[in-house]
């Protein structure tokens, strides 16, 4: 056995002291999950408590085969998930001075908090084998983010790390900006809903103007405003590395949206921008015309941004005519019911759908919840036909679909590369 899945089969402790016993002579094991699970809300889990999570982390100081070990959860606090707390987490930081074969921890929601992490971080300055380690909800803090920070200056081998929704603020997104700004081996940083505002923001643009590595940065969920989405522009302006960068809900508005505009226009690095539900407004016509001018971006989410029929005609322009453009959503998750988040309506609908004439690389295109209606939809569908390679197509909540049978009809017939349709 090389890879071992034990979620939602209710361990607690003596299961996991069993499970760690066992691990001392395993000579094969190199993944082992042990994460509460749920599916179908099905809320059963491990409860593996902080004896449990010793256990575990003392068989760590002399394991030599396991490389993975998950002793997170799949979702929010419910009965059953594991809570290995500070004590747990002092005995799995404590073999990581040790260990050198583990390169990816999972502790998500097992309330750490700031001593825990204190203790991680402390075994991060030690520990050049760990790749990835995500802490995600884990209560940690100002301090915590600073321990974090405080490691990663001496840290020699993580290229992966995830601390999304631990409240670190301004001051502990700051410490981890700076510390991550001489690491050469960092890849991912995961921030989001952290407290994070203008203040962090300086810091993690000066890191994105040297940082050699860093290709993937979350930022979703924080509160940039306007003043953050302008220093974070300019950062954008020099980058040549970040890839991969989501600024989902911080409540960008106009002026922060045409610095981010005006910045995509010159960046040739972004190809993924996650920009969701920022209330951008009439901004998402600098969106459009940025995108004419970029060769790089292959995606974007702009949905529940308050785009327009203005904003989706730019966008459209824009998306006939990259030669990069592959996935584009400005539509809304479907059990968001309200209509029209973005409300570009029949005539944005019909823009995009010309678009889709010329754009002969789109995969995944959503457009639900924008009142497109009967003919906004039926040019969509008429487009989408014959669309060589097009993998989805989201339409839904659009109050036309009763009207359009004969369209959706021939596009199901005609299609060939069309996977999901809804």
């Known amino acids: 056995v090389y890879d071992s899945f034990l979620g939602k089969v209710n361990l607690k402790v003596k299961g996991a002291i069993i499970v760690s016993e066992a691990l001392q002579h395993n000579k094969h094991l190199c993944s082992l999950d042990l994460r509460f699970f749920t599916s179908k809300y099905i809320l059963e889990g491990n409860e593996i408590d902080p004896e449990g999570g010793a256990a575990i982390g003392k068989v760590l100081m002399s394991n030599k085969t396991l490389i993975a070990l998950d002793l997170g959860i799949s979702r929010l606090t419910f009965k059953g998930f594991n809570q290995m707390g500070v004590e747990g987490c002092k005995e799995i930081a404590n073999a990581l001075y040790i260990n050198t074969t583990l390169q990816k921890l999972i502790l998500r929601f097992n309330h750490i908090g700031v001593e825990g992490t204190v203790a991680i971080g402390n075994a991060l300055a030690k520990n050049s084998t760990l790749k990835e380690i995500d802490l995600f909800s884990n209560k940690i803090g100002v301090e915590g983010g600073k321990a974090l920070a405080n490691g990663m200056k001496l840290n020699k081998g993580l290229t992966v790390l995830f601390i999304w929704s631990n409240k670190i603020n301004e001051e502990g997104g700051a410490a981890l900006a700076k510390s991550s700004r001489g ?240």
């Open 183 to 422: 690491n050469e081996l960092l890849e991912t940083l995961d921030l989001r809903e952290d407290q994070i505002g203008p203040d962090a923001m300086k810091g993690i643009v000066a890191t994105l103007k040297t940082t050699k590595s860093l290709h993937t940065l979350y930022l979703g969920n924080n509160k940039l405003g306007d003043a953050g989405a302008e220093i974070l522009a300019e950062g954008m302006k020099f980058n040549t590395i970040i890839s991969h960068l989501d600024i989902c809900s911080n409540n960008i508005a106009e002026k922060g949206a045409i610095k981010i505009a005006n910045a995509l226009a010159v960046n040739s690095a972004i190809k993924i921008l996650e920009f969701r539900e920022n209330p951008i407004g009439s901004a998402g016509v600098n969106i459009g015309e940025a995108l004419k001018y970029n060769k790089t971006l292959c995606s974007i989410d702009i949905g529940k941004c308050k785009l327009g029929k203005a904003g989706a005609i730019a966008i459209s322009g824009a998306m006939a005519k990259s030669n990069t453009l592959t996935n584009l959503d400005i539509g809304t998750q479907e059990y968001q019911m309200i209509q029209g988040f973005n409300n570009i309506g029949q005539e944005g609908g019909m823009a995009i759908g010309e678009a889709l004439k010329y754009n002969l690389k789109m995969k995944w295109l959503s457009l639900s919840n924008n009142k497109l209606g009967s003919k906004g939809v039926n040019i969509i569908l008429n487009f989408a036909k014959d669309h060589p390679s097009l993998l989805h197509l989201d339409i839904s909540f659009n109050n036309a679909e009763v009207h359009c049978h004969k369209s959706l009809m021939e596009c199901l017939a005609r299609n060939h590369t069309l996977q999901s349709l809804d």
